[in-house]
């Protein structure tokens, strides 16, 4: 199944999938732009959006625990976000750390929080239309999560 066939399948999962790829460009790039500011708070933020980013590239890119050192807690941790409702709990929650940044000042963080709070509707419609998880082949989903879980 090639990339446009994915995304014509209306399955929300893969959608959530790829929101989810752009919510690590996003978190990274806008951690690093808001790190520099005079604002403790924006900096810590800021610091939990660049985490958050590797979390979520470990979780949408099955692929890396097979690749990347990892200790035997951390790969515990991320199995648990293979189905719809865990994926759309973790986003719901990294978008509301990043929401939290609204409380001291408006910053660029809000585009983030915005994005990972999207994939977790996306996650959360693929939960309640009963649709199985289908992780995107280009991602390194179907055979290679296999291999993992």
Same mark, same amino acid.
């Given at each position: 199944?090639?990339?446009?066939?994915?995304?014509?399948?209306?399955?929300?999962?893969?959608?959530?999938?790829?929101?989810?790829?752009?919510?690590?460009?996003?978190?990274?790039?806008?951690?690093?732009?808001?790190?520099?500011?005079?604002? !403790?708070?924006? #900096?810590?933020?800021?610091? =939990?959006?660049?985490? @958050?980013?590797? $979390? +979520?590239?470990?979780?949408? *890119?099955?692929?890396?625990?097979?690749?990347?050192?990892?200790?035997?807690?951390?790969?515990?941790?991320?199995?648990?976000?293979?189905?719809?409702?865990?994926?759309?709990?973790?986003?719901?929650? !990294?978008?509301? #750390?990043?929401?939290?940044? =609204?409380?001291?000042? @408006?910053?660029? $963080? +809000?585009?983030?929080?915005? *994005?990972?709070?999207?994939?977790?509707?996306?996650?959360?419609?693929?939960?309640?239309?009963?649709?199985?998880?289908?992780?995107?082949?280009?991602?390194?989903?179907?055979?290679?999560?296999?291999?993992?879980?």
């Amino acid at each position: 199944m090639s990339l446009a066939e994915e995304l014509r399948s209306r399955n929300f999962s893969i959608y959530g999938q790829w929101t989810g790829v752009l919510c690590i460009i996003l978190c990274l790039a806008l951690g690093i732009a808001n790190i520099f500011s005079f604002n !403790l708070v924006l #900096i810590i933020i800021s610091v =939990l959006s660049i985490i @958050s980013a590797f $979390l +979520i590239i470990f979780i949408e *890119v099955p692929f890396l625990l097979r690749i990347c050192p990892t200790s035997p807690k951390f790969d515990a941790f991320i199995r648990r976000f293979t189905t719809n409702w865990m994926r759309a709990l973790i986003y719901a929650v !990294l978008g509301g #750390i990043q929401l939290i940044s =609204l409380a001291e000042r @408006s910053s660029s $963080l +809000i585009a983030g929080a915005v *994005v990972l709070l999207i994939a977790a509707v996306f996650y959360s419609l693929a939960a309640l239309k009963k649709q199985e998880f289908v992780g995107s082949k280009t991602l390194g989903g179907q055979g290679v999560a296999q291999m993992i879980v």
